[in-house]
């Protein structure tokens, strides 16, 4: 069983256009992120929701809307698509429950190519 | 704002040689965790500290939280090609959330 999944995996698209990624994790956990890696690998966070709340919005363009229907989910919406846009976007789930267990668990990744 | 400093960036190394990250932060950290990337694969969670002081073991990776809970390394004893990736500290910072270290990319040469 996949404990967090992202579709697509790959998306290669033109400039300006909209595109989304969704995320779903089983894990029962009520925290969910959205990062960017870029070549560089550095790890970015963008946003995080908590029980469907948004909790961290990091400096991003409007032009990225994340949306959670439920704490099982969080989808990325991007309008506009820029060639800077272009990284791999991981999705993450934690359990905030307790403060001495920070672990994030990742999806596979999405690998965004904006030509 | 408050950051978790990691380094080397990158790494190079000979298959048996010994690798150590670092990751040093400004202010107290509640906890940290390290992450091991694959080439091409998403971050795995390798290990959480938490007490002053603590240090952990698996199998070759040993893992140390400084006594001021300000800084932590992650060594590898003699790597293996299996060792190759991107390594990543993570440290919570007692009023906010959990910041990223840049990470340490490490090659290991057969």
């Known amino acids: 069983d996949t404990a967090v999944s992202q579709t697509p995996k790959y998306l290669v698209t033109q400039m300006g256009n909209d595109k989304s990624i969704k995320c779903e994790q089983n894990l029962g956990h009520d925290t969910m992120y959205w990062y960017k890696q870029d070549s560089k690998k550095f790890l970015k966070i963008m946003f995080s929701y908590n029980n469907k709340e948004l909790i961290i919005n990091e400096t991003v363009p409007n032009r990225f809307s994340p949306k959670s229907p439920d704490k099982a989910h969080l989808n990325l919406h991007i309008n506009s698509l820029e060639l800077g846009d272009s990284a791999v976007y991981f999705c993450?789930?934690?359990?905030?429950?307790?403060?001495?267990?920070?672990?994030?668990?990742f999806g596979p990744g999405t690998r965004l190519t904006v030509l | 704002g408050q950051q978790v400093m990691q380094i080397p960036q990158y790494q190079h190394v000979q298959e048996g040689e010994d690798f150590t990250t670092y990751c040093n932060s400004s202010?107290?950290?509640?906890?940290i965790q390290w992450y091991k990337q694959r080439p091409g694969g998403h971050p795995v969670f390798l290990i959480q500290?938490?007490?002053?002081?603590e240090v952990k073991k698996q199998k070759r990776l040993t893992f140390q939280f400084g006594e001021a809970k300000k800084n932590s390394s992650l060594h590898i004893t003699a790597t293996q090609t299996t060792d190759v990736g991107t390594y990543f500290c993570a440290g919570r910072f007692r009023a906010g959330k959990s910041t990223f270290g840049d990470g340490t990319t490490l090659t290991v040469k057969p």
């Open positions: 500290l938490v007490k002053s002081g």
């Open positions: 202010t107290t950290l509640s906890n």
């Open positions: 993450a789930s934690r359990y905030s429950g307790t403060r001495f267990t920070d672990t994030q668990y």
